[in-house]
Every structure is written in structure tokens, then in C-alpha cells.
């Protein structure tokens, strides 16, 4: 059964200037190298659409929607949000669709039209909160999934799976104490957003690493405390924040993974879907800027996910 891939257009709209790295080359980078290993012909391809007022309001404040609505700026211009956070004309409309996509690919999986999906789409999410954006996110697609699984589906038990090299800490604060959700992730630490990471939830299990960690230590954390975790919980759908910036390459954090690492991964995580949640898996782009490595290791990520 093919993987789905959700993209669309509007998310290489957003910019947030010609200086910033999350910018819409990386989506150029995804495809390109989708279609030079290949692997494009092994997808379908689907137009994400946007996402609901409801579907957003399960885990944002309807205040901080509507001050999102408020600040979209002319063409041409940009809106600040943070000091690396910014609005472009065509931002609300992206994030709507990168929500959108997760959303769209949990109906699909659910409803059985395959057992994995990629969503290619930016901004990325994990950091942003109920009541902010920050760190590049708008609106936090992968919890934005997640509770619509909840709702709309019925999902009882689901975890979330986070390795960008940054703490998905927006994620945590949505479902920290929700004992549905098991998030597991690792992430360099001290780095951004350099909040306290040590006492977390009972249902969530942050794991710390230092810079230069690589793949063996990675892979250590995984096996012995992913895993156990994610079997205890017996989810009945996993979703990925899927970022690539803790790839050696990537100057965004001083970690050590490499393609293989991020398969490797993917690899578990799939034969846990496939024992307790019918194979579903749903993944959501997160970081990455180096945009050589963020190709070859979305690839990576895919192949995996396909089982090819």
C-alpha cells in the first residue's frame, strides 16, 4: 500500500525573509530528491486542505487564532511575531494547510486508504503552544492531528514520536498530563527553547542529549526507553514530528545523526505500528535546513515508512 504525501501549494508562499533558514526551498529540496531517488512514483500525492476552526480550536485558544487573523500583512510585507518568527501575506494560509494536511492524512489512515502518510508542508509546528507561535510555528500541526484522532475518530491510545533536535516543547505543554498521549523524543539540550526539561509529565518522555551526540547513542535511547514505553502504552496510531536538524550536516544544532539513523528509526517505529495500531503511522515535517541532508533524509524517513 503506497505512502501518502500531503503537500500544497501555499506552504512555499510563506517566507519570512531572504535571511531565514526555514525557508520554501526546503519543500524544493524534499521533492527533488523524492524524484531523483525515485521514490515520488511509489506516493500518492495529495492536495492538503485547510484546516477547520474546530480542528484548531481543540488545542489552540480562540483569542490567539483570531490575533493570528488580525496580523496578516499586506503583500510585500511581514508581521513580527517573535524575534524569528515572522508573518508574510501568505503565512495564515499556510499554516492553515500544514494543520490541515496532519488532519487530512489521520482520516486517511484511519479510514484505511493506506497505513502511512507524509505530510511535506511548512511552517512546522512542535513549538507553538496554545496561546503563541514561536520558533518558527504557527500553529502545531501534529497536536492539531492528534486531538482530531481523538475526536473524530475515537483513538484512545496514541503517542507522538518528536526527533527533531530541538524539544517539542509546544507539543509537551498541549498534552502534558493527557494519559492518551505518550510523547517520546530526544533532543540537544541546553539549546533552544531552553525550557526545564527534567520534570516532565508522567506521559511525557523527555530524553536530554548533549551536542555531538550521534546514531549509536540514539539508538541506545530508542531501544531502551522508546521502545519499552511505546510498547506499555499499545498506541493505536503514532504520529512523527518528523525534523531532520539533528543530521551532522545541519548547522541548526551540533548533533551527529546521519540518513541511516533517521530509517533506522523510523524502522521501529513502524514495527510498533504494525503491532498494536494496524500499521498507521502519520509523519509531519518539523526542521531541517541543511536542505542536501533534509532531501536524502526525508527519503530516508519514506522509505522506511513504505517498507521498501
Known amino acids: 500500500m503506497e505512502t501518502l504525501y500531503f503537500t500544497h501549494p501555499s506552504c512555499r508562499l510563506h517566507e519570512m525573509g531572504g535571511w531565514h533558514p526555514e525557508s520554501p526551498e526546503r519543500l524544493d529540496a524534499i521533492s527533488d530528491q523524492l524524484l531523483a531517488s525515485g521514490m515520488m512514483s511509489f506516493l500518492d500525492a495529495r492536495t492538503a486542505p485547510e484546516a477547520t476552526r474546530e480542528a484548531l480550536l481543540r488545542v489552540h485558544d480562540a483569542q490567539y487564532l483570531d490575533s493570528?487573523?488580525?496580523?496578516?500583512?499586506?503583500?510585500?510585507?511581514?508581521?513580527?511575531?517573535?524575534?524569528?518568527?515572522?508573518?508574510?501575506?501568505?503565512?495564515?494560509?499556510?499554516?492553515?494547510?500544514?494543520?490541515?494536511?496532519?488532519?487530512?492524512?489521520?482520516?486517511?489512515?484511519?479510514?484505511?486508504?493506506?497505513?502511512?502518510?507524509?505530510?511535506?508542508?511548512?511552517?512546522?509546528?512542535?513549538?507553538?503552544?496554545?496561546?503563541?507561535?514561536?520558533?518558527?510555528?504557527?500553529?502545531?500541526?501534529?497536536?492539531?492531528?492528534?486531538?482530531?484522532?481523538?475526536?473524530?475518530?475515537?483513538?484512545?491510545?496514541?503517542a507522538i514520536v518528536d526527533f527533531d533536535v530541538h524539544h517539542g516543547n509546544g507539543t509537551e505543554e498541549i498534552f502534558a498530563g493527557d494519559e492518551r498521549v505518550l510523547m517520546c523524543s530526544f533532543f540537544q539540550h541546553p539549546?533552544?527553547?531552553?525550557?526545564?526539561?527534567?520534570?516532565?509529565?508522567?506521559?511525557?518522555?523527555?530524553?536530554?542529549?548533549?551536542?555531538?551526540?550521534?546514531?549509536?547513542?540514539?539508538?541506545?535511547?530508542?531501544?531502551?526507553?522508546?521502545?519499552?514505553r511505546l510498547e506499555a502504552h499499545r498506541p493505536e496510531l503514532i504520529l512523527v514530528s518528523a525534523g531532520f536538524d539533528a543530521h551532522r550536516e545541519d548547522d541548526m544544532g551540533q548533533m551527529g545523526l546521519v540518513e541511516s539513523d533517521y530509517a533506522w528509526i523510523t524502522e521501529r517505529v513502524v514495527e510498533v505500528a504494525d503491532r498494536h495500531a494496524a500499521g498507521r503511522v502519520v509523519s509531519t515535517l518539523e526542521g531541517g535546513y541543511s536542505l542536501s541532508a533534509l532531501g536524502r533524509s526525508v527519503v530516508a524517513h519514506i522509505r522506511a515508512l513504505s517498507k521498501l
Open 68 to 158: 493570528l487573523s488580525a496580523s496578516v500583512p499586506p503583500e510585500g510585507d511581514y508581521t513580527p511575531i517573535d524575534p524569528d518568527t515572522l508573518m508574510n501575506h501568505h503565512t495564515l494560509d499556510a499554516a492553515l494547510h500544514a494543520a490541515g494536511a496532519a488532519v487530512a492524512a489521520v482520516d486517511a489512515v484511519m479510514a484505511g486508504q493506506a497505513e502511512t502518510a507524509f505530510c511535506s508542508v511548512r511552517p512546522p509546528g512542535h513549538h507553538a503552544g496554545r496561546r503563541r507561535a514561536m520558533g518558527f510555528c504557527f500553529f502545531n500541526n501534529v497536536a492539531v492531528g492528534a486531538a482530531h484522532a481523538m475526536a473524530a475518530h475515537g483513538v484512545q491510545r496514541l
Open 191 to 228: 539549546l533552544f527553547p531552553y525550557g526545564e526539561t527534567s520534570h516532565p509529565a508522567a506521559n511525557m518522555l523527555n530524553v536530554p542529549v548533549p551536542a555531538y551526540t550521534s546514531g549509536p547513542a540514539v539508538r541506545a535511547i530508542v531501544t531502551e526507553q522508546w521502545l519499552p
